[in-house]
């Protein structure tokens, strides 16, 4: 089965730029999240998507970030315009679907290899 | 008070020896806690999940559930060199939504 898929790997570009990630889930994931990870720090939720449906954005900073999801699948993040304080590991997780608390199988969040920002 | 709280370490221990990681978290309703494990440039994979209070064991990895206390441990047997990486406490919530705390850094020893 593969797995989380994300691109770039890696992008530097230079403050007040724009940039854009791209995600594509595990197949048949009805869930997907975006975290950013700061250096020594653990993964901080942006964004979550059930289908094409956004559950929650409280965290995401709604003047520079934005994210969507238009056909359930494939998700993209982008940043405009990008702050020195975005430099970061930016996570894109799926889960097979947004259910209770009881059975893990359901809810387990597997993570792609990440998109490392830096902003100069 | 940051809702899940980690000492960032490193943790150092000796190849063999047992490394005992600990978790607190503020939000005395969290149902179920998650540890993953992330090595330097990698992305975290799930070691173990709790949700009831006492041991859990997988291998040579015991969690460990206290609510009263609100404390999440992980201990980890017999340590080796590839254990080497920085662990991952996460509370869930409802609608699936983990809260990660900062992580800490485990050094095993040859």
Redesign the interface.
Known sequence: EAGVAQSPRYKIIEKRQSVAFWCNPISGHATLYWYQQILGQGPKLLIQFQNNGVVDDSQLPKDRFSAERLKGVDSTLKIQPAKLEDSAVYLCASSLVLSGLADISYNEQFFGPGTRLTVL | QKE?E?N?GPLSVPEGAIASLNCTYSDRGS??FFWYRQYSG?????IM?I?SNGDKEDGRFTAQLNKASQYVSLLIRDSQPSDSATY?C?R?A??????????TRVLVKP
């Open positions: 899940v980690q960032s149902q179920s990698k992305s975290p994979e799930l999940f949700y991952l996460a869930r409802a609608g699936n939504k983990l809260t990660f705390g900062g992580g």
